[in-house]
């Protein structure tokens, strides 16, 4: 190639990257139900549209060795040495919601990426991707159901 074009190329590219590394916050809320058991571990994660782990957005329960039991998540982001890097918080009681805002890149809406949510209770069965929810501009806004422990869980795009 010569020069100019190589020059034109460089500057289609510095110009079109900001346009692809743009993200927007997304609040997640998880509201569980009423289960009457002890507070419950969740572990609040993204995988890709192959089902591999992208990243950790939160995990309530502060104890690592119970982590075990949030099976999925521990499995798939076992080679994450960041997965706990300011995203822990206490565990969520029976009947209580939590609230988590990330930011994600707006590449991910739309393109088969999901929100998978592990949880577990002690003296309680485990839930191991408990629910799953494509990350798409047409989910946003609307409540999706878990399985054992959570009532509902919706995120919204600011």
């Not at 419950?40 to 039991?69: E, F, I, S």
Request: proline content about 4%.
């Amino acid at each position: 190639m010569s020069k100019p074009v190589l020059t034109t190329v460089a500057a289609a590219c510095a110009l079109a990257l900001p346009a692809l590394a743009q993200s927007r916050p997304v609040t997640v809320t998880t509201q569980l139900k009423n289960y009457g058991g002890d507070g419950a571990y969740l572990a609040m994660y993204l995988t890709d549209a192959k089902g591999t782990y992208v990243r950790t957005l939160w995990v309530a329960g502060g104890k690592a060795k119970y982590y075990k039991h949030l099976a999925d998540w521990n499995r798939l982001s076992a080679a994450d040495a960041k997965r706990l890097a300011g995203v822990t918080g206490a565990s969520v009681g029976a009947g209580r919601s939590l609230k988590v805002t990330a930011d994600l890149a707006d590449a991910l809406i739309d393109a088969g990426y999901e929100i998978r949510v592990d949880a577990a209770a002690e003296d309680m069965r485990d839930s191991p991707s408990e629910i799953r929810v494509p990350l798409t501009s047409q989910n946003a806004g609307k409540p999706q159901a878990g399985k054992q422990y959570i009532q509902s869980l919706t995120y919204q795009f600011q």
